[in-house]
């Protein structure tokens, strides 16, 4: 399935490919409402289901680290710190 109102489905559509996952951010940074990570990093966001982590009341609070590319857009982001906080996790559908 493609989200086509994010406007980035060719990049998802890449991203996909390369096994790499997109974070929606729960705080928005100017312009970035979300990044691509790796699925590694991925993995370190989200250790069990979250909403197992809703139950057990915590959540994840990640430093990325990312640049800018030639065309606006940004590169893959690596997760730099993460830390576990105490509340549930934000789930949007």
Known sequence: MIDIE???????SF??????KRVWLAEPY???RWVYVS???FDKLWPES????AEK????KATFQL???????YSLAKVIAFEKIT???FIEK
């Open 57 to 60: 009341n915590y959540g994840i």
């Open 67 to 73: 640049k800018k590319m030639l065309f606006g857009d």
């Open 15 to 20: 991203e996909s490919l390369n096994k790499n």
């Open 87 to 89: 509340g549930p996790p």
């Open 30 to 32: 100017g312009t970035i």
């Open 50 to 53: 979250p909403f197992k982590m």
């Open 39 to 41: 699925k590694a990093d």
């Open 6 to 12: 994010q406007k980035d489905y060719i990049r998802y």
